[in-house]
């Protein structure tokens, strides 16, 4: 039997939106497992993540080996692989396949970065992304001209929340004090770290956390190991950081 022309264009119109439709679903399947998060992180699949950044790349555990995770922003990014390879063969070292964000992301997402564990040591941060300034669209933008994504109380809030979550996977904690600020650094204002690692402080006392001083380290060398207005560092610096780090967690692995 003929099929006239108009039919199968027809034909072909119904495949191709069906086809596409189903393509669409793969897409935002594959996107990640939630949706952009209102902290303004979006989360990805661990291959985005490895694709995007060689710290992201998942580790296979070396049985016998203590597990040890690091949580935190970029800041910690830049130092994961050297604290990785300084510590290879005394720990398997994993973070999450994340930049972790604010202590409201971290709030969002802390489950699925724990996972099942064990964990014998976890060190962590949150605060860069807390005090940084946005729009209404979620746009880095100055400090008058936007708002704090979380306000200093609720940060000390949210930290407590987190702390405590962790303490419940039987892990020894270490808190990193956040980096400083530089004059000029997008979003951010000089020396705004220190009220929010006041906080932190108050929060790790209170609840018996080992704290890894990285701001009073970096502080003293600013010219040297950070970026010029940029809360960034350099990869000798990173290398710096990473050194404080390991020990901090050796200290913690050592019987």
């Given at each position: 039997?003929?099929?006239?022309?108009r039919?199968?264009?027809?034909r072909?119109?119904?495949?191709?939106?069906?086809?596409?439709?189903?393509?669409l679903?793969?897409?935002?399947?594959?996107?990640?497992?939630t949706?952009?998060?209102?902290?303004?992180?979006q989360?990805?699949?661990?291959?985005?993540?490895?694709?995007?950044?060689?710290?992201?790349?998942?580790?296979?555990?070396?049985p016998?080996?203590?597990?040890?995770?690091?949580?935190?922003?970029s800041?910690?990014?830049?130092?994961?692989?050297?604290?990785?390879?300084?510590?290879?063969?005394?720990?398997?070292?994993?973070?999450?396949?994340?930049?972790?964000?604010?202590?409201?992301?971290?709030?969002?997402?802390?489950?699925?970065?724990?996972?099942?564990?064990?964990?014998?040591?976890i060190?962590?941060?949150?605060?860069l992304?807390?005090?940084?300034?946005?729009?209404?669209?979620?746009?880095?933008?100055?400090?008058?001209?936007?708002?704090?994504?979380?306000?200093?109380?609720?940060?000390?809030?949210?930290?407590?929340k987190?702390?405590?979550?962790?303490?419940?996977?039987?892990?020894?904690?270490i808190?990193?004090?956040?980096?400083?600020?530089?004059?000029?650094?997008?979003?951010?204002?000089e020396?705004?770290?220190?009220?929010?690692n006041?906080?932190?402080?108050?929060?790790?006392?209170?609840?018996?956390?080992?704290?890894?001083?990285?701001?009073?380290?970096?502080?003293a060398?600013?010219?040297?190991?950070?970026?010029?207005?940029?809360?960034?560092?350099?990869?000798?610096?990173?290398?710096?950081?990473?050194?404080?780090?390991?020990?901090?967690?050796l200290?913690?692995l050592?019987?």
């Open positions: 039997m003929k099929i006239s022309s039919r199968l264009a027809l072909w119109w119904l495949a191709a939106t069906i086809s596409l439709g189903w393509l679903a793969v897409g935002v399947a594959a996107a990640g497992p949706g952009p998060s209102k902290y303004g992180m989360p990805m699949t661990p291959a985005q993540a490895q694709a995007l950044r060689p710290a992201f790349v998942e580790v296979a555990d070396i016998g080996l203590p597990r040890v995770m690091l949580i935190g922003d800041i910690s990014v830049g130092y994961t692989l050297a604290v990785r390879a300084q510590l290879a063969g005394r720990a398997n070292v994993h973070r999450p396949s994340e930049n972790c964000g604010s202590t409201g992301y971290g709030l969002e997402r802390l489950e699925a970065w724990l996972g099942a564990g064990p964990w014998a040591v060190h962590f941060n949150f605060g992304h807390d005090l940084k300034y946005l729009d209404a669209q979620g746009n880095y933008v100055a400090p008058e001209q936007g708002q704090q994504l979380v306000p200093v109380e609720e940060y000390e809030a949210n930290l407590r987190l702390v405590q979550r962790l303490q419940q996977t039987g892990a020894k904690l808190f990193a004090t956040t980096t400083p600020i530089p004059a000029g650094s997008a979003a951010r204002v020396g705004s770290e220190l009220l929010y006041a906080a932190a402080g108050r929060v790790m006392r209170a609840l018996k956390v080992a704290v890894d001083d990285l701001h009073a380290y970096a502080l060398r600013q010219g040297t190991i950070q970026r010029p207005k940029n809360v960034h560092f350099t990869p000798a610096g990173s290398e710096e950081l990473a050194g404080l780090v390991t020990q901090s967690i200290s913690k050592t019987p």
